[in-house]
């Protein structure tokens, strides 16, 4: 304390992320009171966000897996579909969140200084929260049906998901320092979240795609989405699969030396835009809200 | 200590400007834009201009003026929670608001998540918010209702919490905005009587309140406030008469 009461100092300047770093008790308070808050007053409690994936995961696999009849071409098609729709479902709720929480909060941003970063990356973290246990149920699942990863695999999962973690921070303090501006951009993360479950292979394969892209596919593996949750299903599903059910083209080629590494360049020049424009706009939140 | 010493607020010609903006869609930017920026989209205000204050160490400082004269706008820049357009704040410590209480409640948690969420958020550690947890249930005189969601909470016990929170939090310099009237007279008080008390241990305090008697007991120095300038600067009783006299005189 003494240090630094012997000069001045400019009120309400901040270091950004780092800011949240230092505040890590703040944050894990906020994560407790999101969680605490979120169901309160609901019978289910935390298990809705066991029930929600679940129903969603049913719709599709029954829609597409029974009805469109994918499930024949492709074995343990429904640990490839749960695979991808906990991953999205984890990017599209820390997005979605995370562009309403500078609103949501501004009765605090309007009276107190806070590093303004601590309440996406809270949201990011709830997130993270309800997805944990889902991952559980994803990895009870292959289990089952006797999954046997590589460590190499099980160590993609743990980069696969603070990639998503970082891109949904990423863009929430993107859209939610513009969400403070403008509520248009609310409505435009829900429609980047009806398209991110299409855009990358969670319901079809990824050669389906490119039968019909060709030449153009690699445009389609710059969605680093579209990577996290390939990498998902190499983790997952396809060390599930009996030497008679492989399939030889399970993931794109290059995708570990090529592809991922550009979704993770991707993901953290998002994360330095979103953090710029966060801090320009961040000056004057307290006077737009 | 450093050749400026016993400094704990510079104000330089500080400058807030309000823009009242009217609009709160893209498209409507948009067609703005396109239009080639014509016409205002939105109509401006100034809330402080030219102000300059130096508070010392120790100070105790009133800051007066009639509604919309700039108090909270000066107090929110002191703060950090505003920037202002011109001019520079300097603080020296950790500043605290005491700026409208209990702004990080949450109505669904207990009391006791709500102190160490509150405490939290004006800038307690958690080692401290657990030594000092047993005194601000004690000030507060909330008792066995700690662990009953705030909601539940009759106004005034709120208030109390979230006083006693704001007054635990030992910071450097104070900043009290029109929360003086808290609660019943025995509880104001209290709560007076502990502003006094860390007035006498060397905090400093920048006070915004309309009950004139009131500040005058706790401030000495007194700052008046009148379109977003200073118009008066001295002992608390010489400004507390003059805005006494310019209010009967409008």
Known sequence: MAGQTDQLIKPGSGHGLLDVYGDRFLLKLLVRKEIKVRYRGSVLGLLWSYVKPLVQFL???????????????????????????????????????????????????????????????????VSAAHFLPQLVVLV?????????????????????FFMVAVLGTGLGLL?????????????????????????????????????????????YQLNPMTVAVEV??????????????????????????????IAMLITLAVLFVGQLTFRRLAVHFAQEL | MTPQGHVAIICTDVRKQFVLRHTRSLKEALVWLVKG?????????????????????????AL??????????????????????????????????????????????????????????????????????????EFSEIGEFIDTEVKFYSSGMYLRLAFSIAVHTDPEVFL????????????????????????????????????????????????LLEHGQIVMDGEVHDVVGELRRRSLAM
């Open chain 2, 64 to 137: 007066m003026g009639l509604n919309g004269s700039g108090k909270s706008t000066l107090l929110k820049l002191i703060s950090g929670v505003l920037q202002p357009d011109g001019g520079t704040v300097r603080t020296r410590g950790r500043v605290a608001g005491l700026i409208e209480v209990g702004a990080g409640f949450h109505h669904d948690l207990s009391g006791r998540d709500n102190v160490y969420l509150n405490g939290a958020i004006l800038g307690m550690t958690e080692k401290q918010i657990d030594e000092k947890f047993d005194s601000i249930v």
């Open chain 1, 175 to 219: 859209f939610g320092a513009m969400n403070v501006y403008f509520r248009d951009s609310e409505n435009i993360v829900d429609m980047i979240v009806m398209v991110v479950t299409w855009a990358s292979p969670v319901l079809y394969l990824w050669t389906m795609v490119q039968k019909v892209m060709g030449d153009w596919f690699w445009i």
């Open chain 2, 176 to 223: 009290i905005d029109e929360i003086l009237a808290v609660g019943d007279e025995p509880f104001q008080r209290k709560c007076i009587a502990k502003i006094k008390e860390l007035s006498d241990m060397g905090k400093t305090l920048f006070v915004v309140s309309h009950d004139l008697d009131l500040v005058a007991t706790v401030c000495e120095r007194g700052v």
């Open chain 1, 140 to 160: 009870g699942a292959c289990l089952v049906v006797g999954w046997a990863p590589t460590l190499l695999q099980l160590a993609a999962v743990v980069l696969i």
């Open chain 1, 232 to 261: 998902f299903h190499w983790a997952f599903w396809e060390p599930t699969l009996k030497p008679d059910q492989l399939v030889n083209d399970a993931t794109p080629p290059g995708m570990l030396t090529l592809w991922l590494p």
């Open chain 2, 37 to 61: 920026r014509k016409g205002d989209l939105s109509k401006k205000f100034l809330a402080l201009n030219h102000v300059s204050l130096e508070v010392k160490q120790g100070e105790t400082v």
């Open chain 1, 59 to 125: 719709i599709y696999f029954v829609a597409l897996g029974i009805f469109l009849n994918l499930q024949r071409g492709t074995p343990n098609y429904a640990i490839y579909l749960f695979s991808g729709i906990v991953l999205v479902n984890f990017f599209t709720e820390s997005l979605s969140n995370a562009t309403r929480s500078i609103v949501d909060n501004r009765d605090l941003i309007r009276k107190i200084y806070l590093p303004r970063e601590l309440f996406p990356v809270a949201t990011v973290w």
